[in-house]
């Protein structure tokens, strides 16, 4: 009996050893634990799942039991099951997966050994930047600062050679949202403009002149022979002047656009496929050595002021503002405010809302108040003079007979400012400036020429252009560069006084045709960085202003008298014919005009516009005001009936003319 109880207890033993270890090794006991690995932030530790343990437990304390029981009974030589390894209990830390970057994240535990069901993790996508061929080398374009917003400028220069499209600004920061929430646009892309740090060039022509900086003032410090490979990688804002590499001490230099020939260029495929490869607008701004003493700037023309016969140096006739409509007179109303006995010979300058300025043929030149147009000063001057007087300041500068006459506004009063200056020749165009240069066409044929004479010393200080022949119209300043329309179109160094030498940057070629009217200036630019337009003829050429080559050609059909030039169209005016035509044209070889419209009588002076209207005034003393929309006649209600000095002039939204024996101010609606 004893002998049968001892073996059931010993049976039952062996079968609680034996549950146990089958567990253990099926893994019902414990929940596996996954492998280690490096870990960076907190730990995340799972709660322990131990119901496995509490069945192993339960099955122990009743084997122990029985056990015990029945110990006495145990034979001593029964073999007992090797122990087995300890399993890492569930409670144990288990480290978070590390992620290489600036970004970590916690991600989920896995219990479980099988590497298919672990999350895929997310490989970050680069950025995709687009480098373009560029032949000759492999620059590297970044956004230049300089870079202008309001139109569309090409790309800014680095020192590698590759173009960049690179957003236009920073990726906004991430902020926590609110407690309530609000709605946010999401931001609009700009993409920024695209440079060419390089483009490969050849010199085209021989002895080409190369300066320290962008100007002929600057140092010379090498010709370049023709034929010479450069390579650009910078220009000034109007492109009169672009940055080259190298010289045989690889040293860099200034040199004029009108001097190379672009190669062709690899652009990007993210620009227009209509793009011109050969633009010098690829080409970044380039900043002149900061030792360089700076080039004087031209300022802005003072409110109110009408300076010139054209109203600015480039002879563009665009102005601030003009009436809408309702044109009224506003002076002289009867008798005539003292302004003079005879007929005013000339057109006027304005200077602010001070005084009216032009000259009577009695022998006198007259200041009108600008709000009543009573008498200011005159003063007596001989011969008369019939060509538009000019305003630099406040002396007044007028060419009566074969002398400039300056004279200091003083108010009240008038007095010499510098010595009657006597000229070579008689003067056939007003007067234009180019900061202390006076210009003017003088002599006709064989004998004409452009003069330049220094404001400080007018009568000792001349300096004469002897290349056209042929009648010479107003010339055009733009930049460093004066523009002479006669028997050919000229562009010259406007640097007279500060060089030993005259330079001729270029001239239009045999066949071009003779100038008709005064050339106009136009930066910036619409098609190329600076343009030109010029009258030959019946056509309108429009050049690019730095290297003299055509852009387009408009026939008029008809002789053509004057041009006027605003941000986006070009007036034409001549044999009673007035068209507009826009200067951004999409065929070149097929030039289309917006409208055509008639005019009553010949135009004098030329049209003054802004970017709404435009002003004529006829030979008969018509004052016509169109929509420059449409060429659609708004006002033709002021007519003066009597012969007119010359164009118009405006200030400040009013409209003066001289005509008869008295200057006449009209106003309107805005």
């Not at 200077?351 to 003063?379: C, H, P």
């Not at 106009?520 to 050429?541: M, T």
């Not at 659609?632 to 003319?657: E, T, Y």
Request: charged fraction near 10%.
């Amino acid at each position: 009996m004893v002998v049968t109880t001892s073996v059931m207890a010993a049976i039952l033993l062996l079968l609680g050893i034996g549950l146990i270890w089958l567990a253990l090794q099926r893994g019902v006991a414990l929940w596996p634990a996954p492998t280690p690995t490096p870990t960076v932030g907190p730990t995340r530790t799972p709660t322990p799942d131990k119901r496995a343990t509490f069945v192993a437990e339960d099955m122990l304390t009743q084997a122990a039991f029985t056990a015990t029981a029945a110990h006495i009974a145990i034979p001593d030589d029964l073999p007992l099951p090797d122990a087995e390894t300890p399993v890492q209990p569930v409670g144990a830390e288990t480290p978070q997966p590390q992620r290489t970057g600036s970004t970590i994240a916690l991600l989920p535990i896995i219990l479980s050994s099988d590497p298919s069901l672990a999350p895929p993790v997310a490989t970050p996508t680069p950025a995709s930047v687009f480098v373009p061929s560029v032949s000759g080398s492999q620059p590297t374009a970044t956004l230049d600062p300089l870079a202008p917003t309001a139109t569309q400028d090409p790309l800014q220069p680095q020192p590698t050679a590759t173009a960049t499209l690179i957003p236009g600004s920073e990726s906004p920061t991430a902020t926590p949202p609110p407690d309530t929430p609000t709605f946010t646009p999401t931001p609009t892309f700009t993409p920024a403009p695209l440079t060419l740090s390089e483009m490969p060039a050849v010199v085209d022509v021989a002895n080409a002149p190369v300066y320290v900086g962008p100007s002929a003032v600057y140092t010379q410090i090498n010709v370049l022979n023709q034929g010479a490979q450069i390579r650009l990688r910078g220009r000034t804002a109007p492109g009169d002047w672009v940055y080259a590499c190298c010289l045989t001490d690889l040293s860099s230099f200034w040199i004029r656009p009108a001097y190379v020939e672009v190669q062709n260029t690899l652009l990007p495929t993210a620009v227009p496929t209509n793009s011109d490869p050969k633009s010098l607008r690829w080409l970044p701004l380039q900043t002149p050595d900061p030792v360089l003493t700076p080039r004087p700037v031209a300022t802005n023309i003072a409110a109110g002021d009408f300076p010139l016969a054209r109203y600015d140096a480039a002879n563009t006739g665009r102005v601030p503002a003009l009436p809408s409509g309702g044109l009224t007179k506003l002076w002289p109303l009867n008798p005539i405010n003292n302004q003079g006995g005879s007929a005013f010979t000339s057109p006027l300058v304005i200077l602010g809302t001070e005084t009216v300025i032009g000259y009577n043929a009695e022998g006198n030149v007259y200041s009108l108040f600008w709000d009543q147009g009573n008498q200011r000063w005159k003063s007596p001057l001989q011969p008369e003079v019939r060509l538009a007087p000019t305003l630099a300041g406040r002396t007044v500068h007028l060419l009566n007979g074969s002398t400039l006459t300056s004279l200091a506004d003083q108010g009240g009063s008038v007095a010499p400012a510098v010595a009657p200056a006597p000229l070579p020749n008689t003067p056939l165009t007003p007067i234009n400036v180019w900061f202390n240069t006076l210009l003017m066409g003088v002599g006709d044929g064989g004998d004409a020429r452009l003069l330049a004479l220094r404001r400080e010393n007018p009568a000792a200080d001349q300096r004469s252009f002897d290349a056209p022949n042929g009648t010479i119209f107003l010339p055009a300043v733009g930049q460093e560069t004066i523009y002479i329309g006669a028997d050919r179109l000229y562009a010259i160094d406007a640097n007279l006084f500060d060089r030993t030498v005259q330079e001729t940057i270029w001239s239009t070629p045999d066949g071009f045709g003779i100038i008709t009217a005064a050339p106009v200036y136009a930066y910036p630019g619409v098609l190329a960085l600076a343009e030109l337009y010029v009258a030959s003829g019946n056509r309108v050429i429009a050049l690019d202003a730095n290297t003299g080559t055509t852009i387009w050609t408009y026939d008029f059909g008809l002789q053509i008298t004057d041009l006027a030039v605003n941000e986006t169209s070009v007036v034409i005016v001549g044999s009673n014919q007035m068209h507009r035509v826009e200067r951004d044209q999409p065929n070149l070889n097929q030039v289309a005009r917006q409208w055509a419209a008639n005019v009553s009588g010949a135009v004098k002076g030329g049209p003054l516009i802004t970017d709404r209207m435009i002003l004529l005034v006829t030979e008969s003393g018509g004052i016509l005001l169109y929509d420059i929309a449409n060429g659609n006649l708004v006002d033709a209600g002021q007519n003066l009936g009597q012969s007119v000095a010359g164009g118009p002039a405006v200030s400040s939204g009013r409209i003066f003319v001289a005509a008869g024996n008295a200057v006449h101010a009209f106003q309107g609606n805005p």
